[in-house]
């Protein structure tokens, strides 16, 4: 019993591994990383796709979750206003089959 207990945990826990739960903080010193958002697609480094409920937004494919309070979120964010202060640029997205990479070198950030 204890062997499927500690089974099921682990799959749920790999499951959760790259949700994509992010909260928003007001200061840079409070995130785990810095974005910018760029006017263009082609300029992103991620294409993000803002869904409407937690669930939505698992693996680490450009499917974020707003959340409300911080310690509901995975990674927090910080906003920045110049692209070379960012550590991420991205490309909020108008459908979920267009998020995703476009620079796999950045995917780190949100493991």
């Given at each position: 019993?204890?062997?499927?207990?500690f089974i099921l945990f682990f799959l749920v826990a790999i499951?959760?591994?790259?949700?994509q739960k992010i909260y928003s903080v007001d200061s840079?010193?409070?995130?785990?990383f810095k974005v910018y958002v760029v006017s263009?697609?082609?300029?992103a480094d991620l294409l993000v796709y803002k869904v409407d409920a937690d669930y939505k937004a698992k693996d680490?494919?450009?499917k974020w979750f707003f959340t409300d309070v911080d310690y509901k979120a995975?990674?927090?964010?910080f906003?920045?206003?110049?692209?070379?202060?960012?550590d991420l640029k991205i490309y909020f997205v108008n459908a979920d089959y267009k998020a995703g990479?476009?620079?796999?070198?950045?995917?780190h950030l949100l493991n």
């Open positions: 019993m204890k062997n499927i207990f499951e959760f591994a790259n949700a840079d010193y409070k995130a785990d263009d697609d082609y300029k680490n494919n450009g995975d990674k927090k964010v906003f920045v206003n110049d692209d070379y202060k960012a990479w476009k620079n796999d070198s950045k995917k």
